[in-house]
């Protein structure tokens, strides 16, 4: 690993993108400081997957026997359509494991700060320059080597510096809880189960109502409810329990939880810009690439470019680190586009619901490894 002593990045965005970007340039010696919008330092989804590509990262930042603490790998990814088992994915050979968004955002806060980060709450970033300033709403300008636009979707930074982009909507929306497991109760209902598998519970008939159930840890599950947008009832937080319940009674318990919860509907959505880089400024996570979910790689591509981001900036010499930043994103983009096409496929056709879906082609994201230092090698060929 090359360590570069005397480089500072100012880093916008205290998220999976950003605090991933903020430890990988702080390991190679880097002074980090990052700003985050929110008053409190926190991460409020609910559950997420990551698969290979992610786990080498945090394999590399020595937190790996900290995330299998607090996560598990669920013996099977199960399909089924009007409640029919389409598959049973026992994905051998890939490395996956689901968890809580809390659990991992406090793993990598607590890394970053251990790195010697420096991470400011209630720091809203307005905008950037390519020369390496940084705007802050408080009227501050700060200078850095490099500047990360680590901002999510709505990119002050991305949008201050002129990047065009376009936006893909999807027609469907996922509402996301976090709720007890209630397995006990679940196997009175459906004994034959084994209800430590993720399962991708699809209905078409009489409505298009999914249910992505995954579990998270022993005590927490996490649920996402997919509903068209223009289902008014489907769409609706809190939930409408009636609706979901006579869809999918097996889950009755823990639909029964989550109507608890007050939950925020959010649309899929594409973004595809122009540039992922402007002078010393590099955008990264949904800044850059918000994908769909279907592949459950959008976290996935955003701490690995953020990963691979700052291994390009810190081997450049700094009067080159534009041209670096260019060269990053020719050699990583590629797999990011695709990643993003396929989910966006996924969505417009719902095929993930045919089942048998982690193979192939499909697989390439996940089974990238961000660390390999001959992972463009092994592309070529
Ligand atoms: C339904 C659904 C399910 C998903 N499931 C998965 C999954 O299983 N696996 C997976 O890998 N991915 C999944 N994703 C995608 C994943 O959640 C995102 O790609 C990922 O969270 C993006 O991280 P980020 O850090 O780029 O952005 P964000 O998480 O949006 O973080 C951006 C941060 O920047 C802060 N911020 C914003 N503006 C400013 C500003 N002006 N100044 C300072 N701070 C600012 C925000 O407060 C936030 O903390 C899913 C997405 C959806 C919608």
Same mark, same amino acid.
């Given at each position: ?12 965005? !205290? +998220?999976?993108?950003?605090?991933? /970007? ?5 390991? =190679?010696?880097? *002074?980090?400081?990052?700003? &985050? ?10 559950g997420i997957v990551l698969w ?20 598990m790998t669920p013996p099977f990814y199960e399909t089924r359509v009007q409640n029919k088992i389409v598959s049973d994915e026992g994905m051998p050979g890939i490395?996956w494991r689901t ?21 400011? !709450? +209630?720091?809203?970033?307005?905008? /950037? ?5 940084? =705007?802050?709403? *408080?009227?501050?300008?700060? &200078? ?26 999807s027609?469907d929306?996922i509402?996301r ?9 679940l196997?009175?209902i459906e004994?034959g189960t084994d209800w430590d598998n993720m399962i991708d519970f699809w209905n078409f008939d009489?409505r298009v109502l999914r249910v992505l159930y995954t579990p998270a840890?022993?005590?927490?599950l996490y649920l996402a409810l997919m509903a068209p ?5 489907g ?9 979901w319940?006579?869809i999918h009674p097996q889950l009755?318990?823990v639909l ?12 899929y ?23 769909c979910p279907a592949l459950a790689q ?41 990643c993003?096409?396929r989910s966006q496929h996924y969505a417009d056709t719902r095929g993930m619901s045919q089942g048998n879906q982690f193979v192939g082609e499909n697989n390439?994201t996940t ?15």
């Amino acid at each position: 690993m090359t360590v570069t002593p005397s480089r500072h990045a100012e880093i916008s965005g !205290a +998220g999976f993108a950003g605090l991933t /970007a903020a430890i990988a340039l702080a390991r =190679r010696g880097w *002074s980090v400081r990052v700003h &985050e919008r929110a008053d409190q330092l926190r991460e409020q989804g609910a559950g997420i997957v990551l698969w290979h590509n992610t786990l080498k990262v945090l394999e590399d930042f020595g937190l790996i026997d900290e995330i299998n603490a607090g996560s598990m790998t669920p013996p099977f990814y199960e399909t089924r359509v009007q409640n029919k088992i389409v598959s049973d994915e026992g994905m051998p050979g890939i490395w996956w494991r689901t968890m809580t968004r809390p659990f991992l955002h406090s793993v990598l806060a607590g890394a970053a700060r251990r790195e010697g980060v420096e991470i400011v !709450a +209630g720091s809203e970033v307005v905008g /950037a320059t390519e020369e390496g300033v940084i =705007r802050l709403a *408080s009227g501050a300008e700060l &200078e850095a080597d490099l500047v990360v636009g680590a901002d999510g979707v709505g990119s002050s930074v991305r949008d201050s510096l002129g990047i065009d982009y376009e936006r893909q909507r999807s027609r469907d929306g996922i509402s996301r809880f976090l709720v007890p497991r209630r397995k006990a109760d679940l196997q009175k209902i459906e004994p034959g189960t084994d209800w430590d598998n993720m399962i991708d519970f699809w209905n078409f008939d009489p409505r298009v109502l999914r249910v992505l159930y995954t579990p998270a840890n022993d005590r927490e599950l996490y649920l996402a409810l997919m509903a068209p947008a223009d289902d008014v009832e489907g769409s609706a937080v809190p939930i409408d329990l009636d609706v979901w319940t006579s869809i999918h009674p097996q889950l009755t318990p823990v639909l029964e939880e989550a109507a608890k919860v007050e939950g925020k509907y959010f649309g899929y959505q594409t973004t595809r810009l122009e540039e992922w880089t402007r002078g010393r400024v590099a955008l990264v996570g949904d800044a850059a690439h918000a994908m769909c979910p279907a592949l459950a790689q959008g976290g996935g591509c955003a701490m690995a470019n953020a990963y691979t981001l700052a291994q390009a900036a810190s081997d450049a010499p700094l009067s080159e680190l534009p041209d670096a930043l260019v060269e990053w994103e020719r050699l990583e983009r590629p797999y990011t586009d695709r990643c993003q096409t396929r989910s966006q496929h996924y969505a417009d056709t719902r095929g993930m619901s045919q089942g048998n879906q982690f193979v192939g082609e499909n697989n390439e994201t996940t089974l990238y490894d961000p660390t390999d230092p001959h992972r463009h090698d092994v592309a070529a060929r």
